[in-house]
């Protein structure tokens, strides 16, 4: 094949791009349930090499499951959840249900969310002092 008429760059539609970033974290989230190395190395290879693929192209995907919740975060909370067991005020990520894909740091389709918070959630800052 003549690499001459194979262009460096070829344009991607950033739609199509988010959907097979998407599907390559779906796959990795498998890969990570197959314990047998034998089944799931190839699957684990297929992954790893989307996803090198992918930061090529500058796009990646963003997983936030476990860290701290800040309101101001970009994916969209679908559920809450009730978790006596977190300290007072803390809100965590428990679960994305779908991750936040970027192109070149800058937010192309945020994710969604499944939140955990304490019972008692911290007061507001606009609440008026009596």
Known sequence: MNSKLIPSEVPVAMEGA??????????????????????????????????????????????????????????????VREDQGLPDGHTVIDETIAPTVTWRGQVVKPGQIILRRSRVRPKESAEVAE
């Open 18 to 79: 988010c959907a097979i970033s998407l599907e390559c974290w779906r796959l990795r989230r498998i890969a990570e349930l197959v314990n047998d190395s034998n089944e799931g190395s190839g699957l684990r290879h297929a992954v790893r090499h989307i996803t090198e693929t992918l930061e090529v192209m500058g796009i990646e995907v963003v997983d936030f499951t476990g860290r701290t919740y800040d309101p101001g975060m970009v994916p969209e909370v679908v559920e």
